[in-house]
């Protein structure tokens, strides 16, 4: 696409002093993402982030904007000066030219059943250079990945913040539901399919909030709050003293959204969603049910994490989490595909339970045992495996991905430097605690 073509030119070049992100605009995890390492290459070159979008317009688009806000959230590296005029000359331009092309592309679709690629779809300004730096370049290398030194970018947080008219409302209104500045608080959020409407289509990705209450006890019982975070699609919790179930409440608006999670003392999520808007605002972040491992693993030192259980069909029996961390492409790439031989069974209360106490207890310190030392070294060592090294092909499957997704993933893989919960691991790393 032309338009991509010609901000990526700007990009990359190191004395033009602004870098433009068009974020995936349906999706709040890509959104967030993408934000996100747009501050960090700002930070690093030392310009500006610009956020680009095109004029909301539903009824003609056919999807809705996952969150608003965040294209107006404040950080020393996003350009404030004369934004209104940047923003609204930009959202003219890409409504002139997406537009048409997604009418184009919704056409397309209902005639011959397919549309036209993403990038025809929306604007994807910014995503070729987020991940590879300054130079283009045809072909992955790691010297390309080491350079850009991800793990000291990540290490060092980057202050992101909502307006300070958001942030009194907000602050006004968490007052209303109970929650005063000498409490604490605990963002949860367990994704269900309602809201993407995938229940058949990706259950994997999915759990069931009732498993979580054990664990919700457990901050209640050490004076916190615990805030729900969701939409009302989801199914309600039970009344339970110092929890607010925010998706039903009438205080639930996009700009709460952001305010809950930048405020919150620890995040509990997945692997969707807004998880990466916790990412975004430096958030301790406790990931349950995850579902893959080598792209998505908790991401800054103090962060704990547990994996689905999986089960093999044809070796009738659950794997290890260290079979997991060694296995073929199909059970690496489980966030776009999900190996027929396999079924995910989600965390139980207990293991739940289990992780946050363990989390609880060691809030401010960041050690690590020598078994979850052991499992981060497995799970790199078999990354590397899978992209090879230097200038060897990389394996078939990663080499069929655009090289700006290889980058992207690439970046996660050894600078990913949280770990799994050390009970957890002692009953399943060398052998599937359900197996007994």
Not at 222 to 231: E, N, P, S, T, Y
Request: charged share 25%; hydrophobic share 40%.
């Amino acid at each position: 696409m032309f338009v991509d073509r010609f901000f990526n030119f700007l990009n990359r070049r190191k004395r033009f002093p602004y870098i433009f992100v068009s974020p995936l605009l349906y999706a709040i995890g890509n959104c967030a993402e993408e934000i996100y390492f747009g501050l960090l290459k700002a930070r690093k070159e030392n310009k500006k982030l610009i956020i680009l979008r095109p004029y909301y317009t539903p009824f003609i688009l056919g999807y809705r904007i996952c969150n608003k806000e965040l294209f107006n959230i404040r950080s020393v590296y996003c350009n404030i000066r004369f934004r209104i005029i940047i923003e609204h000359f930009f959202k003219m331009l890409f409504s002139l030219i997406f537009i048409p092309l997604r009418i184009l592309s919704l056409a397309k679709k209902t005639i011959w059943g397919n549309m036209l690629p993403i990038e025809y779809n929306f604007p994807r300004v910014g995503f070729e250079t987020l991940w590879q730096g300054s130079n283009r370049e045809h072909k992955f290398h790691w010297r390309t990945v080491r350079l850009l030194k991800w793990k000291n970018q990540f290490e060092s947080p980057i202050k992101v913040s909502i307006t300070e008219k958001r942030h009194k409302r907000a602050r006004d209104e968490l007052a209303e539901l109970g929650v005063t500045d000498d409490d604490w608080f605990v963002c949860l959020h367990v994704r269900e399919g309602g809201f993407r409407k995938d229940h058949v289509r990706r259950p994997y990705r999915n759990a069931d909030i009732y498993n979580y209450l054990p664990a919700i006890n457990e901050i209640v019982d050490q004076g916190g709050w615990v805030i729900r975070m969701g939409d009302s699609t989801m199914k309600p919790l039970p009344a339970i003293r110092r929890v607010i179930d925010y998706p039903f409440t009438p205080y639930k608006s996009e700009w709460m959204d952001l305010y809950l999670i930048k405020e919150c003392r620890f995040y509990i999520g997945c692997q969707s969603g807004i998880y990466d808007a916790a990412v975004l605002f430096n958030k301790r972040i406790l990931l349950v049910n995850m579902y893959n491992w080598t792209f998505g693993y908790p991401l800054r030192k103090g962060d704990l994490g547990i994996i689905k259980h999986v089960y093999s069909k044809r070796r009738k029996r659950y794997l290890s989490v260290k079979e997991l961390f060694v296995g073929p492409w199909d059970l690496q790439n489980t966030a776009a595909y999900l190996g027929e031989d396999y079924e995910m069974i989600e965390n139980q209360p207990e293991e739940i339970r289990e992780l946050t106490v363990e989390f609880l207890d060691k809030q401010s310190r960041s050690d690590y045992s020598d078994l979850q030392a052991e499992a981060n070294k497995v799970r790199i060592k078999h990354s590397y495996m899978l992209f090879s090294s230097g200038d060897q092909p990389l394996g078939e499957n990663i080499r069929d991905m655009p090289l700006a997704q290889q980058y992207r993933y690439a970046s996660r893989i050894e600078t990913s430097m949280g770990v799994l919960g050390q009970k957890f691991l002692e009953k399943n790393w060398e052998t599937n605690s359900n197996n007994i």
